[in-house]
């Protein structure tokens, strides 16, 4: 079975060490960003990716797998787990891809409350080391 080009892309983009070159290559200009601990979505290339860089300082220890993917044309889900101080977490991206194959929605949920509960912390303090 043929993987999605985005797709693809992406698990390249995770297995090469999360370049922000190689991101912003595969985001679209008007990309949307949904957080599962910021209630308004994010809006533009640029705050998607402020928050995918900071997630990938904070799912990036060595823990994160993707377990499952479905692809239904352009839109994909990848269930991932990893362990963040002590606590599994289990999630989703969801991901739709616009015509020209770059990222047109990301939106992360995560599973159990206490893991949400970290990631808030965790992402956090990422967002904050890069603005400050």
Known sequence: MATHPGLARWHAYMDGGSDPAVLAEMLADDAVFHSPVVHTPQAGKAKVMAYLGAASGVFGNGTFEYVREIVDGDNVMLEFTC???GIRVNGIDLIRFNADGKIQDFKVM?????AINKVW????AQLQAAQG
Do not use: C, T
């Open 83 to 85: 362990e963040m101080d």
């Open 110 to 114: 995560v599973r159990p409350l206490k």
């Open 121 to 124: 912390d965790l992402m956090a």
